[in-house]
């Protein structure tokens, strides 16, 4: 099956002859005159048959002459076509026939086609050749350079009303592939573009842009005030589940909508437009649509400042870390977790969930990473010998090659045992690349690093992770500690937890443990460890000390409140 995704176009195979006994000598070029793909004849004649990338001047040198490549580049400019004749030192007399297509491709006819006409057989292929460089592969929808062809032809628009351009993104669609499969995502591909056409009718064109992204380009007056009655209906379309193979997946959309040219009357103003809006319907939530406002861009703005300023928070030394207490019930503190914190200089702290996946999305976490495992080791080097230092690793982190060799050095570095080591990782990582998870895993565990199944219930949670990684702790997200006290599945759900951990010979770790009532359920049903600020909320390093020396006893929140604030 093939990839999820738009690249080159594949070639037909073409294997007839034209009339007068040649085979077509056809090939198309980008804008940059790249070669995008040609016939047999073509390819065999110039002798490129192993080559990824060739230019028009490398195919034939002959054009590369001033006067020449001028000709072929008013031919782009005026789309009028233009035969030349010249002698080849290598090949002889050749005839060309350049003409342009408004869709960015370059049609060069060789070899006799320039004079008497393309026999019928060359006209097919030269047809079949511009459909595949016009056309997505695995889908049939017109590609991304014809949007940007249309989107140029219709703007900028004179009247009051132009195009509405709909940005659409599946939503849920990488689990698909990551647990079923590229050939799975495939049928999910073709059957998304199906169901967006069968909405959208005659009112308009979709296109794939490029592996889940979608485009739609309406036209006509009417188009404006029906735009948001189509993009919800989109959204609800994808509601209703998607079926594979028997298996029924819910892949939602998420649409972002721009009208020209109140929007923006340049193809790349409403582009971007179209961006923000869609970027609005996922930050609060996905599976819905959203038309631009230009309040949205503030929020965009205040994100790529995010984002600058990320790139150079670690050398500014803005980054610090807080530890929470681990308890062993009631009151036996074992260790803290370490939990990374920035401290941006004019807006204040800033929330791991708005920073890290940035961060991820930028590959800025293997080196922040590698800063906090680090610095957490040496603060860590202070406490009592049998405490122990959890360490959370994010997903683009723990997949980055060498990583058990940096864990590795780091703490042969610090001096920090391996024993006194606990990674979390989260049900996410393990998705990808499932025999360098258990490789990885593995050889920290070799190492003596104890491992932790952060988050756990509220991902995949497949119980094949358990049985095929060597997890030494379980812990249960929040998510079902919080209504612990008074909702019994709860109360279930965490029992069996508990029980099959225990069963595995996995210690069990409840985080977002709030209240005191929670903690002493849990320590009736034998929870091994304890986070949360009925413990503790987290604390600075230089705060630490104080808190050890004052003893193991578990506090209320508002007392360690109270402690955390005074000097």
Known sequence: MPENRVDRPQRIPYESESDNGLEAMISLWDLDLKLLDSSKRFKEHIGLL???????????????????????RQVIATSEPRAIQLDDPRRGKCNFLFSYIRVGLLVVETNGAATNGSPPSEDNEKARLIHQATHDVLTGLPNRRQFSAALAQLLPASGKTGPVLMQLDLDDFKPVNDTLGHGAGDIVLKLAAERIKEALGRDGTVYRLAGDEFAIIQIGPQRVFEAAKLADALVAEFKKPFTVNGISLFVGVSVGVAIAPRDG???????????????????????????????????????????RSLRVALQRDEFFIEYQPLVEPPSNVVGFEGLLRWRHPTLGIIPPAAFIPMAEADGLMREIGQW???????????????????????????????????????????????????????????????????????????????????????????????????????????????DLVQDTKSQTIVRSV????????????????????QAAWLQEEGCDRLQGYSISPPLAADKLDDFIRRGTRTQPAATLDEFRASP
């Open 265 to 307: 009357n340049e193809g790349e103003q409403l582009m971007k437009a179209a961006d923000v809006a869609l970027y609005a319907a996922k930050k609060e939530g996905r599976r819905r649509a959203r038309t631009f406002d230009p309040a949205m861009l503030i929020v965009v703005e205040q994100r790529e400042l995010l984002r």
């Open 372 to 482: 906090m495992l680090e610095e957490a080791c040496r603060e860590a080097l202070a406490w009592p010998a049998h405490y122990t230092l959890a360490v959370n690793l994010s997903p683009a982190e723990f997949l980055t090659p060498g990583l058990t060799d940096r864990i590795s050095q780091t703490l042969d570095i610090v001096g920090f045992p391996a024993e006194r080591l606990e990674l979390e990782i989260t049900e996410g990582v393990l998705l990808e690349r499932t025999t360098n998870n258990l490789d990885t895993l593995n050889t920290l565990n070799v190492l003596g690093i104890q491992i932790s199944l952060d988050d756990f219930g509220t991902e995949y949670s497949s119980l094949s992770y358990l049985k095929n990684f060597p997890f030494d702790t379980i812990k249960i997200d929040r998510y079902f500690i919080r």
């Open 50 to 72: 192993s080559r990824n990338e060739v230019t028009l001047w490398e195919a034939y040198p002959a054009l590369a002459k001033p006067a020449l490549a001028k000709l072929i």
């Open 498 to 517: 508990i029980g099959l951990a225990h069963g595995l010979d996995m210690r069990v770790t409840a985080e977002g443990v709030e209240t005191q009532q």
